[in-house]
């Protein structure tokens, strides 16, 4: 069974940074693309961030310039660096990994996975 665990949430004042993580584990073969979405209050999921494994990197506009992803391979971890907060990047951030795996009780396959969401909060 393969786990997304995220870490490096938080509340921080405006203009401030914060850095998540999100490591997988288990029974994963590979994994092609992994990103950040967040859902604040009342709104829908929305990509914030994406890498492939070739790091490859695709940002949402509202994020550009201010926030990058990054990831280890080796360690099958994906970063997010956040930096010039604003209020509006309050939310809750979910880490989604797309990967090679072997789930039952259909075998091997493409699949998607989930973290299970970091809060950050951004105000003074």
């Known amino acids: 069974q393969v786990q997304l665990v995220e870490s490096g949430g938080g509340l921080v004042q405006p203009g401030g940074s914060l850095r998540l993580s999100c490591a997988a584990s288990?029974?994963?073969?590979?994994?092609?693309?992994m990103g950040w979405y967040r859902q604040a209050p009342g709104k829908q999921r929305e990509l914030v961030a994406a890498?492939?494994?070739?790091?490859?990197?695709n940002y949402a506009d509202s994020v550009k310039g201010r926030f990058t992803i990054s990831r280890d391979n080796a360690k099958n971890t994906v970063y997010l660096q956040m930096n010039s907060l604003k209020p509006e990047d309050t939310a809750v951030y979910y880490c989604?990994?797309?990967?090679?795996?072997?789930?039952?009780?259909?075998?091997?396959?493409?699949?998607?996975?989930w973290g299970q969401g970091t809060q950050v909060t951004v105000s003074s």
């Open positions: 288990g029974s994963i073969f590979s994994i092609n693309a």
């Open positions: 890498i492939t494994s070739g790091g490859s990197t």
């Open positions: 989604n990994a797309v990967g090679l795996a072997h789930e039952e009780p259909y075998g091997v396959g493409e699949y998607d996975y």
